[in-house]
């Protein structure tokens, strides 16, 4: 059964930065992708980022792309979400999620597993 794991979440003022990691465990997972959404108070849940393992080819939402870097460490099975220059517009529940391909995932339907979640809060 898959595990995943979150951590790293925290309130940090705009500007600033945080790391999110994700320890994955209970499946072999160089032949899927990784991804994180996010969930804000009254929103539906949103693509941020996804990384096929076994080739580190990354893909970003557009309101991300250039302060967000999504990596991961094949030893640790943990899957990381750099994000830089923090707005207050980034204030959400961030999850991870494994795919059900080895295709980015980027809507719900595409994710086969979820974490629990972690809580980003950028104040202004």
Same mark, same amino acid.
């Given at each position: 059964?898959?595990? !995943?794991?979150?951590?790293?979440?925290? !309130?940090?003022? $705009?500007?600033?930065?945080?790391?999110? #990691?994700? $320890?994955?465990?209970? +499946?072999? /997972?160089?032949?899927?992708?990784?991804?994180? /959404?996010?969930?804000?108070?009254?929103?539906?849940?949103? /693509?941020?980022?996804?990384? +096929?393992?076994?080739?580190?080819?990354?893909?970003?939402?557009?309101?991300?792309?250039?302060? /967000?870097?999504? #990596? +991961?460490?094949? *030893?640790?099975?943990?899957?990381?979400?750099?994000?830089?220059?923090?707005?207050?517009?980034?204030? $959400?529940?961030?999850?991870? *999620? =494994?795919?059900?391909?080895?295709?980015?995932?980027? =809507?719900?339907?595409?994710?086969?597993?979820?974490?629990?979640?972690?809580?980003?809060?950028?104040?202004?």
């Amino acid at each position: 059964q898959v595990q !995943l794991v979150e951590s790293g979440g925290g !309130l940090v003022q $705009a500007g600033g930065s945080l790391r999110l #990691s994700c $320890a994955a465990s209970g +499946r072999t /997972f160089s032949s899927y992708a990784m991804g994180w /959404f996010r969930q804000a108070p009254g929103k539906d849940r949103e /693509f941020v980022a996804a990384i +096929r393992w076994s080739l580190g080819n990354t893909l970003y939402s557009d309101s991300v792309k250039g302060r /967000f870097t999504i #990596s +991961r460490d094949s *030893a640790k099975n943990t899957v990381y979400l750099q994000m830089n220059s923090l707005k207050p517009e980034d204030t $959400a529940v961030y999850y991870c *999620a =494994v795919g059900k391909t080895t295709y980015w995932p980027r =809507v719900s339907r595409d994710v086969d597993a979820w974490g629990q979640g972690t809580q980003v809060t950028v104040s202004s």
